[in-house]
Nanobody
Framework: QVQLVESGGGLVQAGGSLRLNCAAS????????MAWYRQAPGKQRERVAH???????NYSDSVKGRFTISRDNAKNTVYLQMASLKPEDTAVYYC????????????????WGQGTQVTVSS
């Protein structure tokens, strides 16, 4: 069984910074694309950023230039460095991973973390 455990959320003032961490545990063949999503109250979950196993990244327009996604493949961990935070960044942030469980698995499985709250005060 694969588990994603997030940490690093909290309360920060506008303009501040936070770093989110997400560590994957369990026996897997490979972890492919990892991503961060967020969901604000009353809104749909949206993808904030993703990073492939090779390190290619992509960001939503709302966070481009302020957030940086990175990963440590040796630790099966993905990070989200958030800077210049705005009140509209307030949301529960979720880690997501596409996992190949075994070398013979026909496709990837999707896993989610439990979420971590980020609150940005004005």
């Amino acid at each position: 069984q694969v588990q994603l455990v997030e940490s690093g959320g909290g309360l920060v003032q506008a303009g501040g910074s936070l770093r989110l961490n997400c560590a994957a545990s369990g026996s897997v063949f490979s972890i492919n694309t990892m991503a961060w999503y967020r969901q604000a109250p009353g809104k749909q979950r949206e993808r904030v950023a993703h990073i492939t196993s090779g390190g290619n990244t992509n960001y939503s327009d709302s966070v481009k230039g302020r957030f940086t996604i990175s990963r440590d493949n040796a630790k099966n961990t993905v990070y989200l460095q958030m800077a210049s935070l705005k009140p509209e960044d307030t949301a529960v942030y979720y880690c997501n991973a596409q996992v190949r469980l075994r070398f013979y698995s026909p496709n990837d499985q999707t896993y989610w973390g439990q979420g971590t709250q980020v609150t940005v005060s004005s």
